[in-house]
């Protein structure tokens, strides 16, 4: 008989396995299990059905069940749920859902795939009618009846973090009104709280209204048909609708119910091979724990890119390739679009670098900022990229970054993101060799541009301080821009000597204070910086400029932003 392997899920992990493990052999017997109507569908183009980007719901769909019969020999079994694992005899219980028959069906492999689920947490009211979720195609035609059938006005988005973006950016391009509400006090989560300032500015910009830092308390339905939204500060929002985007939780009943290991983090437990504690069952996708190739802890990352290449590790695997790779961990590259702007990070953040220890020791790192153009500044167009990047002081090796703006941001974060999975350091990033043309980058590329500043840190060629570091009585604030420039705006207690005429002040400064230079985003106070070091004097430069420390004041103060996030 032939040996058979069921594949409980499909999507990109359990779709992918079987796909690669049918190019692997032709003897094999594959069938996927999925309750769900859809086999293979692009959960990430979502957003942008809603908002009528994509017109047709059938470009959606990646694979049918007869593309998977017809190109791979996979039998594909619609709403068809698998409810029980006998690992002792090697059998699953799997029901169809239509008519509630059940049947047992042997495996002499195991692959589950059940992905995650929306997270509702037990509020009044979370499961009244207008609420809705995004996990799959039938939510989208929920959400779509709803705003033609209820001619929805207003549309409120609870949670600020990627499918909160692209929701808020699709309901808007509908004709809705939009608002977001995040409990942390600031969107985009995943990234550090400095970096998400010119993303609210450009929310504000659009039209996007903000309700930050404080969580939803419960939802009511009024006499007029409207959501009643309560937050925890006392205040209200009021919508048509509400979009629930406030993250997933691994699925794991079925795993846990077959005696499964469950790690810490509430996923389940797999090798580098993606085998489970069973030997003859192997997970992927959403529901798995997996390596942070950064940290070296554990991680639960419900990313398409990472699940697609579990699923083919796993085919591998089961096929007994013999050029067998294991998973090499996740890094989290990520990139979000929102009402014209790119959000990309890569790696490791600054608040997670805090949290870590390696070998019972804090992780030493270091943090640089830089505000260039996509393309060469005099070429028309070019925009400015706001970019951080994280790394070891001692040895220069990357462990994140992160950028926003509109225009050429995942280029730089792609590039970066593959110097990190070759454990590269800033070095590679300043020696990098990149395309150059004015309309795609400038002769010193943003990459470059990073790593430079970067390398003179490691190198201890500057020294480099920070605007959350600043303790104005012992370091002298020296802001090196025009007059102009000062008078617009400026920090309270700090001189101004332009970096034009600093040559000719330099008896002005003090040779027993440490200084501490500021320019708009850090490129003339670098230059002022050698030049006093150069002088004998003790000199830090602030990294990032004034722009940084105003994106912190921002997020801090949660004041209103400028319209254009990177013009002070």
């Known amino acids: 008989m032939k040996k058979r392997l069921l594949i409980v899920g499909g999507v990109a992990g359990g779709g992918s396995c079987a796909a690669r493990a049918r190019r692997h052999s032709e003897e094999m017997e594959i069938i996927i299990f999925e309750r769900g109507p859809f086999v293979s569908f692009a959960n990430c183009g979502l957003p942008y059905y809603v908002g009528k980007v994509i017109e047709k719901e059938e470009d959606l769909i990646v694979a049918s069940p007869e593309r998977f019969k017809d190109y791979f020999n996979v039998d594909v079994r619609l709403g068809h749920n698998v409810r029980r694992v006998d690992c002792e005899n090697k059998q699953i219980e799997v029901e169809k859902i239509t008519t509630g028959q059940t049947c047992i069906e042997p495996y002499d492999t195991l692959v589950i795939s059940p992905g995650s689920s929306p997270i509702f947490p037990p509020l009044e009211g979370i499961h009244l009618p207008g609420i809705f979720t995004v996990k799959n195609i039938p939510d989208t035609r929920e959400i779509m009846d709803w705003i033609e059938q209820h001619n929805a006005k207003k549309a409120a988005v609870i949670g600020g973090g990627f499918i909160g973006l692209e929701m808020a950016e699709n309901l808007k391009k509908r004709g809705l009104g939009v608002s977001i509400v995040e409990m942390q006090k600031h969107v985009m989560p995943a990234i550090d709280e400095e970096m998400a300032a010119p993303i609210h500015a450009h929310l504000k910009s659009s039209g996007i209204s903000l309700r930050l830092g404080s969580p939803v308390t419960g939802f009511q339905q009024l006499d007029t048909g409207k959501i009643l939204i309560s937050l925890a500060s006392g205040e209200t929002e009021r919508a048509d609708m509400v979009i629930l985007s406030i993250g997933v939780r691994p699925e794991i009943e079925l795993a846990r119910s077959a005696g499964l290991k469950i790690g810490a983090l509430g996923g389940i437990q797999v090798d580098k091979f993606m085998r489970t504690s069973d030997p003859y069952i192997w997970a992927v996708g959403d529901a798995v724990e997996v390596n942070d190739c950064i940290t070296g802890s554990n991680n639960l990352v419900p990313l398409a890119g990472p699940a697609n290449r579990q699923g083919r590790i796993a085919a591998d695997a089961i096929s007994g390739c013999p050029h067998l790779s294991g998973f090499r961990g996740v890094q989290a590259t990520a990139v979000c679009g929102v009402m014209g702007m790119t959000i990309a990070s890569t790696g490791a953040t600054e608040k997670t670098l805090k949290k870590t220890n390696i070998n019972g020791k804090p992780v030493l790192y270091e943090k640089i900022y830089a505000h260039p153009d996509h393309t060469a500044s005099y070429y028309p167009g070019s925009q400015t990229i706001m970019i951080k990047l994280l790394f070891s002081p001692e040895d220069g090796r990357i462990y994140g970054a992160q950028a926003v703006g509109t225009q050429g941001v995942e280029k730089r974060i792609d590039v970066i993101a593959m110097a990190i999975q070759k454990q590269g350091t800033v ?70 000597i332009s970096m034009d005429s600093l040559r000719q002040r330099l008896s002005e400064l003090p040779r027993d204070r440490e200084i501490w230079t500021y320019c708009l985003v850090g490129k003339r106070s670098y230059f002022a910086a050698k030049l006093l070091a150069n002088a004998g004097f003790k000199v830090k430069t602030l990294s990032g400029g004034y722009m940084v420390h105003l994106c912190h004041k921002k997020i801090q103060q949660q004041s209103k932003p400028k319209s254009n996030p990177f013009r002070i």
């Open 427 to 496: 070095f590679d990033l300043e020696e990098a060799e990149l395309c150059y043309a004015p309309q795609y980058g400038a002769a010193k590329d943003p990459v470059n541009i990073v790593g430079m500043i970067a390398s003179n840190v490691v190198r201890k060629e500057c020294a480099v301080a920070h605007w959350t570091d600043l303790n104005p009585p012992e370091a002298y604030l020296l802001d090196t821009r025009t007059s102009e420039e000062f008078e617009k705006g400026h920090i309270q207690g700090a001189v101004n």
